[in-house]
């Protein structure tokens, strides 16, 4: 009678302490985890200056769990005539991932590609003349790019625009 319990006895002891760690793990979490990614992925300039710092602070972040991983621009330039349009495709991987984590990807999807483009314009504020027309260009093909295909079977892979 003893051997009949022991194993199904042994096999829950083991279990109970990963089911907790679990629910410790996913409680670890801040609850204004959604707030917080939201603050960070809006069209403004302080949206944009307020999630470079945390970039440069990720481990002040870190109860978080964000995925700040990037491809940068994946397959495309990532300063495109010397346009340095790098941090702003940076920002805008940092939305896609944590967004699709999240699982509310296409109801955000629209707001981050707005955002990125809202980043690049403002690198081209930074030119004048034919340049700026270049670089406003250049944007403008950018977020069209993202708006198109940024969700496509092609970039769920290892990258994501």
């Given at each position: 009678?003893?051997?009949?319990?022991?194993?199904?006895?042994?096999?829950?002891?083991?279990?109970?302490p990963?089911?907790?760690l679990?629910?410790?793990?996913?409680?670890?979490?801040?609850?204004?985890?959604?707030?917080?990614?939201?603050?960070?992925?809006?069209?403004?300039?302080?949206?944009?200056?307020?999630?470079?710092?945390?970039?440069?602070?990720?481990?002040?972040?870190?109860?978080?769990?964000?995925?700040?991983?990037?491809?940068?621009?994946?397959?495309?330039?990532?300063?495109p005539?010397?346009?340095?349009?790098?941090?702003?495709?940076?920002?805008?991987?940092?939305?896609?991932?944590?967004?699709?984590?999240?699982?509310?990807?296409?109801?955000?999807?629209?707001?981050?590609?707005?955002?990125?483009?809202?980043?690049?314009?403002?690198?081209c504020?930074?030119?004048?003349?034919?340049?700026?027309?270049?670089?406003?260009?250049t944007?403008?093909?950018y977020?069209?790019?993202?708006?198109?295909?940024?969700n496509?079977?092609?970039?769920?892979?290892?990258?994501?625009?």
């Amino acid at each position: 009678m003893r051997r009949r319990y022991t194993a199904p006895l042994a096999a829950l002891a083991l279990a109970l302490p990963a089911l907790f760690l679990s629910a410790a793990d996913a409680s670890a979490v801040p609850a204004d985890k959604s707030q917080v990614l939201s603050s960070w992925t809006q069209t403004s300039a302080s949206s944009y200056d307020a999630w470079s710092a945390a970039r440069q602070n990720q481990a002040a972040w870190s109860a978080y769990a964000f995925d700040w991983s990037t491809d940068y621009c994946t397959t495309s330039p990532d300063n495109p005539f010397g346009f340095p349009f790098k941090n702003a495709c940076a920002r805008h991987d940092f939305g896609y991932r944590n967004y699709k984590a999240a699982g509310t990807f296409e109801a955000d999807k629209s707001r981050l590609d707005s955002a990125f483009y809202a980043d690049l314009k403002r690198v081209c504020a930074s030119y004048s003349g034919a340049s700026r027309s270049a670089c406003d260009a250049t944007a403008w093909t950018y977020y069209q790019a993202v708006s198109a295909f940024g969700n496509s079977a092609a970039v769920d892979g290892a990258a994501v625009a």
